[in-house]
């Protein structure tokens, strides 16, 4: 785990899921849908050798490979690893070996798990088999893992169709990734201003612009920006779109207005939202304030000042 | 051929954890280290070239955040590589190759504290067949470590006996190496009989034979020809570069050898003379006792006087350093030519090697 950082260093949780969907070629198609029948495709090179799990390419020639064959499922461990500790996700949940298996009938090996009793009952060159898994729908995982086998041997691979009623055409592969998001020093010290209604720019030592919201270096001079200047808190709108799709969680009637904002003694714009004015009446020149919602740690949108509009010359340089 | 030199290096200290800054406030000094070290703005830079990765940050197009500290804006010539910043250095080198540019400057850098590396790293394998069973990446690189000690109990070994004691041997020499180097993350070691004792992490590796888990950035200025001699006192030669890679699936390859470091060896030209120096990327001790072989260093070479991987790995750096630290030795006379070799991927999936030299001086 990772170790706390000092205090004033703001962390927070981030989760990125990603469900893939992606499609499948005839020969992964064959095998995944294989899986589900129990039955065990590998597919025959144009040298004769079978690869176990089958795919569309030869690895060594490039040639395209359609030659499907049956291969038992039964065979043999290549090499292992014991995994004492396993992880979210992976095939078993209590303490099993990682294990390349060359089935009877294929040349190429299998990464999977194979449940055993210790470290000490694995070894190289021993017989397994494959254990199914109950529920199965076409997917690496219709192979729960391999178990210790001590039957007879299978033979040669033997030629098969690939043909099978409803045969999978894809797969979806969810995956999530837990990470402890931490911005760094300029933007951990803006949203700790930001939580107290302050908005603090930082300035370029060398090119002098202020940056609002800081990202921690003046992206002109390639040189950190360390000095902290408040900026705000009204300012004015230098362009802005009307936005006519309702965001997903997200509870603002549409239409409503998205506005670039320089705030005042900023050397760019930030954006926000633009409220308490009929959307068809915002403009560019128009005169803004934060609105803050209780216990928020950002502004909910801005409104206008009352204030007459900025002349174009004030703000032209920061569209 | 135009003759293309690395004339400075540069990384950062590489530790556990550096929540405190964010990814370009990791790099940015030491973006400033190597252009100070040749006396150049960024802006007089030619080509600017990068290494990272979406997924240890958990954010898309991270990298866009780092280009700040190179000072990006009036948009540069700029290019960026998904990849450790050592395959980022051979895209600028083709760059200046082909004459399109007199300097480079190639960075990369990798924070893996935020997220569960040994998790993310699964995201990079066989969607298909592969990462749906979520292997980390230190029980794949277990398997080949056992597929090598299974070797060499089964045929007559050459001249060395691969047994735990040999990864052991490995970790040691290199973490005690490490003392001398002030970035790195693991410094220091007990003798191997000692480190035998730990239990193991993922049979048949301790936690000894593993990389260090940690943040870190490099950099690194390329120069061509004259410029180069201007630039550096003794500028490190790229006297050739090649990567190439394994078939995809690891049940089609043998885990014991690396035939795509050799290939690439023998279109960089290092077997054309010996070597003094080599930096191998080898984040696991059995794959240092892999490249050894391939690359056919003998009892003369000094391998990873750094440390290497096993003393500091930070994701998408670690490869770049091997190229900087040899270029290093090569700047300040310690070494005359080196191979530098970089690597990507599970059980040296992929693999880069470079052969550096220095002018006699
Ligand atoms: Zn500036």
Redesign the pocket.
Known sequence: MTPAPSPEVLQAPLVVEFPFTRSLGPVQSAFLTGLRTRTVLGVRTTDGRVLMPPVEYDPVTADELSDLVEVAPTGTVTTWAWNPAPRRGQPLDTPFAWVLVRLDGADTALLHALDASGPDAVRTGMRVRIRWAGERVGAITDIACFEPYDGAEGGEAVPHSGEFTDPVTGIVAPARLDYTYAPGRAQSRYLKALADHTTRGER?P??R?VYVPPRGA?P??G?ATDEQVEVGPRGTVTTFCIVNIKARNLDIEVPYVYAHIALDGAGLALHGRVGGIPYDQVRMGLRVEPVWSEGSRYPDHYRPTGEPDADYDTYKELL | MREVAIVAFGQSDHRRESAEVSEVEMLMPVLHEVLDAVGLRADEIDFTCSGSCDYLAGRAFSFTMALDGVGAWPPISESHVEMDGAWALYEAWTRLLAGEAETALVYSYGKSSPGDLREVLTRQLDPYYVAPLWPDSVSLAALQAQALLDAEDAEDAEDTVVDERALAAVAARSRIAAEDNPHAQVTGSPPPEALLEDPYLVRPLRRHDCPPVGDGAAAVVLAAGDTARRLCRRPAWIRGMDHRMEAHSLGVRDLTRSPSTRLAAERAGAFEAPADLAELHAPFTSQELILRRELGLGEGVRVNPSGGALAANPMMAAGLIRLGEAAAAIHRGAADRALAHATSGPCLQQNLVAVLEGDVL
């Open positions: 370029c060398s090119c612009k003046c002109t001079c040189v």
